[in-house]
């Protein structure tokens, strides 16, 4: 079982930055790998970043790329998403996602945080 927990959303101007956290409980953090996804309103959940159990390997959305970095800290139980350059089309819940291997669909992740909100105005 793995709990996870979300913090580090708020608001945000076009242009600017923020960072979330995930805070992760659970035996063998390590071997999950970790990705957070996001649900705009009206949308469906989608995909945005993933991270391997070892953090040797990222995967991204095309519509992130380069300008979201995500890492783990598996001394701290912990994975970040850094977000840089925000559009307001990244308005959106985000959700720190666990699984055994990284995927891009929903359907498929194991364990789910409760979701932080992240708005960018422009």
């Known amino acids: 079982q793995v709990q996870l927990v979300e913090s580090g959303g708020g608001l945000v101007q076009a242009g600017g930055s923020l960072r979330l956290s995930c805070a992760a409980s659970?035996?063998?953090?390590?071997?999950?790998?970790l990705g957070w996804f996001r649900q705009a309103p009206g949308r469906e959940r989608e995909f945005a970043a993933a991270?391997?159990?070892?953090?040797?390997?990222?995967y991204y959305a095309e519509s992130v790329k380069g300008r979201f970095t995500i890492s783990r800290d598996n001394a701290k139980n912990t994975v970040f998403l850094q977000m840089d350059s925000l559009k307001p089309e990244d308005t959106a819940v985000y959700y720190c996602?666990?699984?055994?291997?990284?995927?891009?669909?929903?359907?498929?992740?194991?364990?789910w945080g409760q979701g932080t909100r992240v708005t960018v105005s422009s």
């Open positions: 991270i391997s159990g070892s953090g040797g390997k990222e």
């Open positions: 996602a666990a699984n055994i291997v990284a995927v891009r669909t929903p359907n498929a992740i194991e364990y």
């Open positions: 659970g035996r063998s953090f390590g071997s999950y790998a």
